[in-house]
């Protein structure tokens, strides 16, 4: 059954649910839905202190139901694609999400061939979580 809400944010992170959860503060009738497939909600921001070996990684994970804001609705699926000129956004798993307003938090993932040469320095192109994880292992190492 494909639906409709009044405002569609696709990414469950720390943006996403922040600006979910502001939106619900502000207006608390508003009909806000949350596109994340995850059921971990990973704390990015502390990686900083982990790196620095003064707070501990398992603790910057979490359960997504934990974190989602009350009255937020989650749709446990993956964006697909977008559909600006319908208001669309078709789903992993077959199904569609119309909205009034769409907000794109889905995270970055790090272009190592935007700087010449860094990719080759790597070895290897990595993904953000992969960057991450290693920047933690040798800060902790
Ligand atoms: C090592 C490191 C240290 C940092 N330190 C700090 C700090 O000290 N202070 C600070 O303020 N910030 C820090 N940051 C930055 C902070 O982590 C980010 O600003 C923040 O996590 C961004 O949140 P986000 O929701 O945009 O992205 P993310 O937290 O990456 O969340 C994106 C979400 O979108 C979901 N998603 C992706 N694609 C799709 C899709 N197609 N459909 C549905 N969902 C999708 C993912 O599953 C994920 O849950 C740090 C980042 C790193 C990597």
Redesign the pocket.
């Known amino acids: 059954m494909n639906k409709h809400h009044q405002i569609l944010i ?8 922040m600006t979910a959860s502001k939106m619900k503060l502000e207006r608390p009738s508003i009909d806000v839905a949350v ?4 059921e971990k ?9 982990v ?1 620095a070996n003064t707070f501990d990684y398992e603790k910057t994970i979490r359960k997504e139901a934990d974190v989602m804001p009350k009255g937020v609705i989650w749709i446990k ?4 694609t977008f559909e600006p000129k319908k208001n669309e956004v078709p789903l992993g798993s077959g199904k569609k999400v119309t909205y009034d307003y769409l907000i794109l ?4 993932q790090i272009d190592l061939d935007g700087i010449e040469g860094l990719k080759e320095k790597m070895g290897k192109k990595w993904s ?1 979580q992969q ?2 994880r290693s ?2 292992h040798l800060a902790m190492h």
């Open positions: 696709v990414g469950g992170g720390s943006g996403g649910l596109i994340e497939p995850s909600h990973i704390y990015q921001p502390a990686w900083t202190l790196g699926d993956l964006a697909l938090s889905p995270g970055i953000l960057l991450c920047q933690i």
